[in-house]
């Protein structure tokens, strides 16, 4: 029989947009003793934990709940309660995970109508709102921080242009929780989907949500059509009801509320978890918190650019928390991860798509966002890149990092 060793993952300092490393206090919380999720100090716990992520959110909504499953799980919980089949999607797409939003949209059935703008770049917000007039969709469905191309999309305006269309706004925000500011009631957003593993610093296997009562009202309008139609007439009732059990928000909703209606068995040690990263979030204030994102991004950026790194995308959408670097041309990109991870336990990240092979995205989210990790990353970079011929100035990047760290104390 095969004698396996003892678990001893390596201490890696993750520079990637995810997942990221967990604060030990986070690690900590999951090691607690599991409580029964009707246990009432259990269900208190649950309702911090609504009570912390409309903070967190910057919402009043009702619902604010975390699904159970990484953040594509919360993106295809509220399109498949939301989108009836039939309904047109308006999905502006400007990185990977924007096609993510046309596949699970497609899957639900929706006429999907798709903008599309080259990768680096994000809409003007003017281009949303045309499409949104003229194509009147009943939902706009589009992605915050786009963590493939590292550029962060801004919703001047079409939060209310939606309202005008009568169409609901979907974002997912699963890169930009907890490191960018997210406003969900004052720009109007009705469904925002955050995720764990990145800026919350919480392991990936949960993913927080959040909806208004437009949104839930097509939920419920859902629900109360097809208990009346249940016994007359089977075919609309198939093109009505949510096609998932697990993931239908009207059930899910039923759970988090005062009637806990029993659904799933609650991940109990994932919600202590992201009740633990969230609680640290609003423990180190959320403006201090995006500043020290904020703070940490500039002295990378000093850095790879006085190393003679040229950064891809445009710098006037550019995500805070994603940076992206182009491999020097003849050098193997792969390898040169490959010599980071070995030889100093870092880890940056590849790319996808047209990108794959072109550039490198290093990320600086939650408990990996520190002063600590950049100039590691900095220093092994420029030791590697030497290793692999390439021409850099040494010592300097150090240097241009510590002087922004020192200029951002003044
Ligand atoms: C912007 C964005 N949306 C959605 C996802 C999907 O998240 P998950 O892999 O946790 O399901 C990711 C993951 O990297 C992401 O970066």
Redesign the pocket.
């Known amino acids: 029989m095969t004698i396996y060793k003892d678990l001893a993952p390596s201490q890696r300092t993750i520079m990637t947009?995810?997942p990221v490393e967990v604060d030990p206090r986070v690690l900590r919380a999951m090691s607690y003793p599991i409580l029964g999720q009707f246990d009432p100090e259990f269900t208190a716990l649950m309702n911090e934990t609504m009570e912390m992520l409309r903070a967190l959110f910057q919402t009043n909504n009702q619902w604010c709940y975390p699904i159970d499953g990484?953040?594509?799980?919360g993106?295809e919980a509220v399109l498949v309660s939301v989108i009836q089949p039939g309904d047109k999607v308006l999905v502006p797409i400007y990185g990977r995970?924007g096609h993510?939003l046309v596949e699970i949209s497609e899957r639900c059935g929706a006429e999907v109508v798709t903008l599309e703008k080259e990768w680096g770049t994000v809409f003007d917000p003017g281009e949303i709102i045309g499409a949104i007039r003229r194509e009147q969709p009943h939902i706009v469905a589009m992605?915050h921080?786009?963590?493939s191309t590292g550029c962060l999309q801004p919703f001047g305006g079409i939060g209310a242009a939606c309202r005008e269309a009568d169409a609901l706004l979907i974002v997912?925000a699963?890169?930009t929780i907890g490191g960018v500011p997210v406003q969900t009631d004052a720009w109007q957003l009705d469904a925002v989907i955050g995720?764990t593993?990145k800026c919350l610093s919480v392991p990936?296997g949960m993913a927080p949500v959040t909806y208004n009562e437009r949104v839930e009202a097509k939920v419920l309008r859902r629900k109360t059509i097809e208990r009346g139609l249940r016994d007359k007439d089977a075919e609309s009732v198939h093109g009505l009801t949510v096609r998932s059990n697990y993931f239908d928000l009207g059930m899910l909703q039923d759970y988090w509320s005062p009637k806990r209606l029993n659904h799933h068995t609650e991940a109990t040690s994932m919600l202590y978890a992201l009740r633990e990263g969230v609680r640290l979030v609003l423990q180190e204030g959320l403006e201090a918190r995006f500043a020290r994102h904020r703070r940490h991004e500039a002295a990378l950026l000093a850095g790879l650019t006085a190393m003679g790194l040229t950064l891809y995308g445009d710098p006037g959408c550019k995500l805070p928390v994603v940076t992206c670097v182009r491999i020097p041309d003849g050098v193997d990109g792969e390898a040169v991860r490959a010599m980071l991870l070995n030889s100093f336990g870092i880890e940056i990240a590849s790319s996808f798509g047209p990108l794959k092979g072109q550039i490198w995205r290093i990320g600086t989210m939650g408990y990996s966002c520190n002063q600590k990790n950049v100039l590691h990353v900095l220093g092994a970079l420029e030791a590697v890149l030497i290793r692999h011929g390439v021409k850099v100035p040494a010592g300097e990047a150090l240097q241009a990092a510590l002087a922004c760290y020192e200029r951002s104390l003044d």
């Open positions: 947009p995810g990484t953040s594509r799980s993106i995970f993510l992605v921080g786009e963590t997912d699963v890169a995720g593993q990936a």
